[in-house]
Structures are given as C-alpha cells and as structure tokens.
C-alpha cells in the first residue's frame, strides 16, 4: 500500500516518539550498555534554520564562513564603525562556530513557517487587487546624465562618487572618497541639510585587508538636495565639488493604458513559470517561441532513506537502491533480537521490508555493532538489491546496534504533489520573443532563479515576457523592444530546486544533484546538499585560487565537482554560446538591491581581482545603470544606491565562478562582449529604524501581496530598462569624440599627465612612439577601484595618438585600427 507523501514527512517523528518511549522503558544499566556514549541523541528531523544578522570585521571572512558551511544570503551592510554585516540562516552548529571564530550575532530570529510560505504560493494568496496604477511621484524630472560622477582631486583626497537621489521616503546623499592616506585617515564631509549644514565623518572601506576607499556605507536621509559637497581630511585637505543627481526619474507609475501586474496570486513553482511561457508563447505564436534547453536536470528525486538508532556510533543509515518514487519509498526496514541464544547475524527480505536479525550471546542478548549490520546489509544479496547502509557521517559504527524500535519507513522526503511535480530529469525551457527572431538583431538574455530560494525573481522574468507580449502593438517603447531586439527569458535556472524550495526546505539555494559521500549523505543532512549553481561556473573559480565558493559538498557555496559539471549552468552557456547575436545578459537575484557586473571574484591574497573591465567599459556599464535604475525606480521611487552599484566585488563580495563573470569573461575572449549584469531584487526599504535606518523586507520570502508583488515589479522595470538599453546600443551609429588636456605642438617645462575628456563612455587605445594605434595598443587604466583613468605620462618629447571606441564599437573620426589609414587622433607633445 502506497503512503502519502504528508505521512511519509512525518514519519522520522514519528519514530522520533517511538524512540523516546523505548528510551525511557530500558533499566539505566542496559540503556547505559546498549548506548555506548552518552552523548545527546540526534535529532529525528533536520534542524530548523533560523535568520540571523551577524558583523564580521572584514567582508573577506563572510567567504571563510561559507566555506565552513555557513549558509548567507546575498545581502551585506558595512556600518558607520566599518563593520560588516550579513544575513546567515544558521543552526546550532553555526552559532557554536560564530562563537569559536569571533563573528558577532546581533540578532536571531524565527523564519516564516513552512506553513506560511504555502500560502504565499502560487493560487494560494487571495486575490489582492495590486494592478492599480499610480502616478503620484515626485520626482525630480528629466537631468539625468547618465554620466559618472566628475573625478575631482586636491592634495590627498580624490572624490569617486558623490550623489543624491530621491526615493518614496525622501531625499538622500552618498558619497566615496579615496584617501592617499588610506584606512587611517579621517575623512569627513560637510553639506547643508534642510539649510543646515552638516559635518559627518565617512567609514573605511577595508576587504581583504586592504583600503578600498572611505564612503557613506548607507545612503543618508537629507532634508532637500544638497548642491556641493566639502570634503575634508585630517591632514587639512578640503575641496569642494558638485553632488550629482543619481538614478532619475520622471514620475512614478505607468503609461495610461500599459498592461502589467499580470502574476498577482502568489509565487510559481517551476512547473507554474513553465506553463506560463509554454501559454504565452502559444497565445503570440508570431512574436514567440519556446527554446527547450538541451541538457535535461537530475530531477525533483532522490534515494529514498532513513536512519536506525538514536547515537552517532549506533545509528545504522539505510538508503534505496532505487529512487523513492521508483520503489523506495514503499521500502521498510528494522533491527531485531529475536532472543535466540548464540545467533548469527542474519538479513531477511520479504518483498518491501528488510528485517536485519542481530547477532547474540549464550544469554541471548544482542551483540551485533552497528557496522556489523552495515555490512551485512551491503554483503547480502537478501538485501542489496534494494538497499545499502552505511555508519552515521564516517562514525566507526561500533556501538551496538539498537534493536525492536519498530519498521522505519524509507522516504525520499518529497513532499510536492507527484500529480504536479514530475520526479523525471527536466527539460529547461527559456521562451525567445522578437519580432524578427533569425539572429539578426540585437540579443538580450535575462535569466532568474539559479538560486531556488528566492522566489521573487522568476515572477520577475514572467512579468517581463508578458508585458512585451501584451503590450506589443500599443506601447511605443515595447513595440520598439520588441521589433529590434531578439529577447531570451529563463524564469527558472533550477526547476528541481526551485520545486525543492517552495514544497519541502524553503532555505534551499542549490539544484537537487548531491555529491556527498556517505559520511555526509543521511537523512539529517538531506537539505545540506546540491551544486551553488552560481558557482559552478568557468571562469575566476575555487580551482583557479579565487574566493567565495567551496569545494565542500554541504556549503551552500558549494561550486561541484569540477567547472561547469551541472547541466543548468550548461543550459545557460549553451544558450549564449549558440545565439550569438546576444549582447547583453541580466542575472536575476535577490535580495539586497544591488546591481552589478564583473569583475565578481578575487583572490584573497592581495586581493587580485579577475582583469577589471576598460575605464571605458566601465563608463558604459555606470551609465547604463543610470537608465535601469531610474527604470525601476519609476514603480514605487524605490533606488538602488550607488554603494550598491558596481563590481560585484566593490559592492558585495567575490563569488568565484559565477555566471556574469562567465558571460563577460568569455564572450570578451570570443570577441562580442556580451555586457553582463546582476539584479539582487528585493531592495531594503528606508523606514528610519536601526542604525542606518534602511531595513530589509521579508528576505527571500516577503509576502507576496504585500511586497513581493512590488519587488518584482520594480525588477521587471528594471528588464524594461536593460532593453532600452539594448535598444540604443542597436542603433549607436554615433562615433565617440575625445580631447586631451595637452595642446598640440605645446612646449612643456617638464613631465606631464595627460588626461582625456570623452563625449560618451569609451576606451582609448594610444601609443607614444608615433606609431598606428591599434586593439593591440595599450589601453587607458583606471587607478583603481570605482576610480577614473590613471593620466599617461609624457615625460620626453612624443607624439601621442589614439582612437576611442564605444561600446557598440564604434570608432572615433571612422578610424579603421585595423586598416592602414592614419586618421587617428594625435598630438605632438614637447618637452624642454
Ligand atoms: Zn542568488
């Protein structure tokens, strides 16, 4: 008789109960000869993690806390002391672990309960009337210039960034100064706030134990815009500049007539983010299709398992041979002393149930160890057909096997409804839309849910597909998107633990391959497995010595066997490999509010970052963000800060062998950059509680009608805004043109630096010894991170020519570096 899966997840406490009752029956001395140690007995169901926020002195040792297995979300803060802080989901063991390594936990506290998270799926949450549309924004109006901030520099003070932006809550600046006297220095900046003026001291900014620059770690609420900053250091240095308007927006809310907030009824599993691309596609079959990705996942399955005893050196863990639904699950099994005198060590089948007799004395009572067991069950052919066993996490087994605690039921712990959710291999599926979909025109790649936890970013993608589809015909802007650009869109990377996440462990963030050895392969640990799938990837990985995965099969950083093993990550380079028309990818996550790009890894040592993109390059990427972000502000005024845009390694951390990294990294190499970003969704919300008043709403979990909906909107803006993007990259026909800060043929009384002004963002490619510049030619530096360009340095008389060329490639003054022209730019420089 087949179980249901409900009993089946009840069953370890169930026998948890019948354990504790057999416990308090022995007489003392036998409980004490039959449990060898008297340890704790384990407990009958994995423990429960619970959210904790925890500050670390420096960000590098979040990586060291993975790679021992601790399980954080994306999210950092540093604070005004220079702290930095994370969010963990931890048990026990990890708070025993904090303790011994120093990390200090502020807060612990309960996550939401299975139970409440069921509702919040999809079909579950009563129909919340969230599709009203607003257009109640204050936003400042048209300004953007979508350029960085300018560098401005004075003694040993340079200004990175100094910004203002509005949101919902009001008015906010942040600024990033670098310090020629690093770490120690004392920096302070002076602005008027609500005419006032205020004086504020900014934070070191140290990861890995070198001086990165001193900043505001959070956006600072202000009473009006503040025009210009003082900056000041303890040396006396003091210079003045502009603050910049970050992020702008016109108004809040949406065309009159735009369609959108179709996804109101909670949170898809991947089957509902399938289904729902499979009908769109169906419904615009001249604007759609569906891609089946090639390489099928592992499946929402797995053996079927369960542990015999109470005590790590008694506990005999069996597993099927077949997967639960293939027949495991109907497996039982126990331990018996049948109180023969001087018995041997037998194992008996009857069909599904596998009945271990114990080994005894002249007295009848039992000797059989729990290895004993183990091996007979592996050694005979009664049983090994069905079944194996092995000790409790490499324990030698040699306390005595426990006996008559009744039939365990094997279960392979699923507990999503089989008439729904397949156990079979899954085929990943992305829908393509574009009116001309034959390669010719620009490719955009959007894909959520590498991680399975974070349930907001499909509904991301989803929204996104359906607005180009229902708005095609009737808003310019997506008639427009969808005309020029050719749009690949995955809702979900990792089905199988997506499905995981969302029916059975919601902390689950990898896929459902799990690569343990016995020692770590029983049933407590079944939620400590699988691949980090945005670790898995090729390029800046643990094996290449790069920081922020682990090599351990139960970190949830774990990066896999080897580079690229899992064939979600293979589906998505498959996919970018194959359309190489794609020119820009967007990696979806949440939570935090970040966006990012590469570099996204270093290593620890020197902190060595994989090759930062060109000053030029990464220009662009600054102002491209200036169109998303001001996109999705444009929902509900939230605005992703300018701490939290950049290098995934500037802003958060290094995470070796992620996916963007792959992307850019690669595609670099190919020779078609493909401009590779990440969202982290789920933007904390300034309430002006706590110490930086910004707080973070509801996790990987935040109810959905309350504010998931939002957060997904706001991110789907923000795939409106990436297409935009695209869209202009399409048509850039426009040359970039530069100057320098040199006259041509000027006499010079000594060395000097010479800086260029670009009219958008470029990369200039220069020589010095009169020869052609070519994309061989050296090319302009940054200093350093989130800096300007390192000036070049003419020290004797040169002539100094260049070229500058955009992103789409285009080259000032339509100067072939290929070709053998010489209408590059150029300056003679001389020098006494
Ligand atoms: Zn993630």
């Known amino acids: 008789m087949s179980s249901s899966p409900i009993w089946r997840r009840l069953s370890p406490l169930a026998a948890a109960l019948i354990a504790l009752s057999i416990a308090l029956a022995l007489p003392a001395a036998e409980a004490e000869q039959a449990l060898s140690t008297a340890a704790d007995p384990l407990p009958a169901v994995p423990e429960e993690p619970r959210g904790a926020v925890i500050e670390v002195d420096d960000p590098s040792r979040l990586a060291l806390l993975e790679s021992r297995g601790v399980d954080l979300a994306h999210w950092t803060e540093q604070t005004e002391a220079g702290a930095t802080r994370s969010i963990a989901f931890v048990t026990s063991r990890d708070l025993t672990l904090f303790d011994q390594m120093g990390v200090r936990v502020l807060e612990v506290s309960d996550l939401p309960t299975a139970e409440e998270l069921a509702s919040q799926r999809m079909g579950n949450v009563d129909g919340v009337e969230v599709r009203e549309r607003v257009n109640n924004g204050r936003g400042r109006g048209q300004g953007s210039t979508g350029k960085p901030a300018p560098v401005m520099e004075d003694g040993s003070l340079r200004v990175l960034r100094a910004d203002t932006f509005t949101n919902y809550a009001g008015d906010f600046v942040s600024f990033e100064v670098r310090s020629a006297n690093g770490r120690t220095d004392t920096v302070s900046v002076t602005y008027l706030d609500g005419g006032v003026s205020r004086t504020r001291n900014l934070t070191a900014f140290v990861d890995a134990g070198q001086y990165i620059y001193h900043r505001t770690p959070r956006a600072v609420r202000v009473d009006g815009t503040p025009a210009e900053v003082t900056i000041s250091s303890a040396d006396g240095t003091q210079l003045t500049t502009p603050i910049e308007p970050w992020a702008t927006y016109d108004t809040m809310g949406y065309p009159e007539g735009f369609d959108w907030g179709f996804l109101t009824t909670g949170y898809p599993d991947a089957v509902d983010s399938t289904n729902k691309i499979e009908a769109l596609a169906a419904e615009f079959p001249d604007l759609a299709e569906i891609i ?134 899954q085929t990943v599926k992305a829908i393509r839309i574009g009116a001309t979909r034959d390669g010719s025109k620009t490719g955009v790649f959007a894909y959520s849910q590498e991680h399975a936890r974070e349930w907001v970013t499909p509904v991301v993608a989803l929204e996104a597909a359906e607005r180009l589809l229902r708005n095609y015909g009737t808003d310019a802007d997506t008639t427009r998107y969808v005309d020029e650009l050719d749009i690949f869109i995955i809702p979900t990377v990792n089905p199988d633990g997506t499905n995981y996440s969302l029916y059975d462990n919601r902390t689950q963030r990898r896929n459902m391959n799990n690569y343990c050895p016995d020692s770590a392969s029983d049933s407590l640990a079944r939620n400590a497995w699988g691949v980090d799938l945005n670790r898995n990837f090729r390029v800046g990985t643990i094996w290449d010595g790069y920081n922020g995965a682990s090599l351990s099969c139960t970190s949830n950083v774990f990066a896999g066997p080897e580079p690229g093993s899992e064939a979600e990550i293979r589906n998505e380079l498959w996919l970018t490999d194959t359309f190489d028309n794609i020119r820009f990818s967007m990696n979806i996550h949440t939570f935090g509010g970040y966006f990012m790009w590469a570099p996204g890894a270093y ?70 950059p493909i401009f590779a970003w990440n969202f982290e969704a789920g933007a904390d919300r300034y309430t002006g509680d706590g110490a930086s008043g910004w707080q973070t709403p509801g996790q990987f979990w935040p109810d959905f009608a309350a504010e998931g909906f939002d957060q997904a909107m706001e991110f789907a803006n923000g795939v409106y805004g990436l297409l935009e993007v695209a869209a202009e990259f399409q ?89 053998n022209g010489r209408n590059h730019s150029r300056v003679q420089v001389r020098i006494r």
């Not at 963007?660 to 595609?667: P, R």
């Not at 990369?763 to 390192?790: C, N």
């Open 731 to 819: 048509d850039d026909t426009t040359a970039p043109r530069t100057a320098v800060s040199v006259t041509n043929g000027g006499w010079y009384s000594g060395p000097v630096d010479v800086v260029w002004t670009t009219s958008e963002p470029a990369t200039i490619y220069y020589t010095t010894d009169g020869s052609r510049p070519t994309y061989d030619s050296p090319i302009l530096e940054r200093r350093d991170a989130r800096d300007s360009a390192a000036p070049v340095r003419i020290d004797r008389t040169s002539t100094l020519s260049w070229f500058a060329v955009d992103a789409a490639g285009n080259v000032e003054g339509g100067y072939d570096p290929d070709g």
């Open 292 to 425: 089946e990705l090639p390489f099928e996942t592992h499946g929402y399955r797995r053996a079927a398992m369960n542990l015999y005893g109470r005590f790590t050196n008694t506990v005999v863990n069996v597993e099927s041979i077949a997967d639960g639904h293939e027949g495991g699950n109907d497996l039982t099994f126990a331990i018996v002393n049948d109180g023969t005198a001087n018995r041997a060590l037998e194992v008996v089948r009857d069909g599904d149930d596998v009945t271990v007799f114990t080994s005894t004395n002249a007295a009848g009572a039992a000797t059989g160890t729990a290895i004993a067991v183990v091996n007979a069950i592996n050694a005979s052919p009664a049983s090994n057909a069905v079944i194996r066993a092995f000790p409790y996490r490499g324990n030698a087994g040699l306390g005595l096997a426990e006996t008559d605690r009744g039939r365990a039921q094997l279960s392979d712990f699923l507990a999503a409804p089989e008439d729904k959710i397949s156990r079979e291999p």
């Open 603 to 672: 290593k620890t040592d020197g902190r060595v970052p994989l090759e930062r993109p060109s000053v030029g390059i990464e220009e662009y990427f600054f102002d491209a963000s200036q169109t998303i972000l001001g996109k999705i502000a444009e929902h509900r005024g939230t605005v992703v800060e300018p701490t939290r845009t950049g290098p995934i390694i500037d802003v958060l951390y290094s995470a070796a062998g992620n996916s963007a990294d792959d992307v850019w990294y690669t595609s670099v190499e190919q020779g078609r």
